[in-house]
């Protein structure tokens, strides 16, 4: 099973971008979908966006137009571009893989997790 490890998490003032990374090592197949969630206190994980190798990334509403979520060639790394951060974008972000090729932003769709890094927007 992949290992998943994040980094970039950070504090950052509201209007402000970070780019948040995911490294992986073990298996993970070309075509499946790799995704990013987000978790605040007391609340499950949700989804903000999936990528898979021929389909289109897909993206939560609330963070289309300001996040993009990319995957390197090697299919081993995958990074969240985030910009025009808000208060409410804060919580510990995850990084997640599985073996399906169409993506959803259900957690059930994916098998393999990162431990998380938090982000913090300030007003």
């Known amino acids: 099973q992949a290992q998943l490890v994040e980094t970039g998490g950070g504090s950052v003032q509201a209007g402000g971008s970070l780019r948040l990374s995911c490294s992986t090592s073990g298996y993970i197949g070309s075509d499946y979908c790799m995704a990013w969630f987000l978790q605040v206190p007391g609340k499950g994980r949700e989804g903000v966006a999936a990528i898979a190798r021929y389909t289109s990334p897909i993206y939560a509403e609330s963070v289309k137009g300001r996040f993009t979520i990319s995957r390197a060639s090697d299919k081993n790394r995958m990074s969240l571009q985030m910009s025009s951060l808000k208060p409410e974008d804060t919580a510990m972000y995850f990084c997640?893989?599985?073996?399906?090729?169409?993506?959803?932003?259900?957690?059930?769709?994916?098998?393999?997790w990162g431990q998380g890094t938090q982000v913090t927007v300030s007003s």
């Open positions: 997640a893989s599985g073996d399906r090729d169409i993506c959803t932003l259900n957690t059930d769709a994916y098998n393999a």
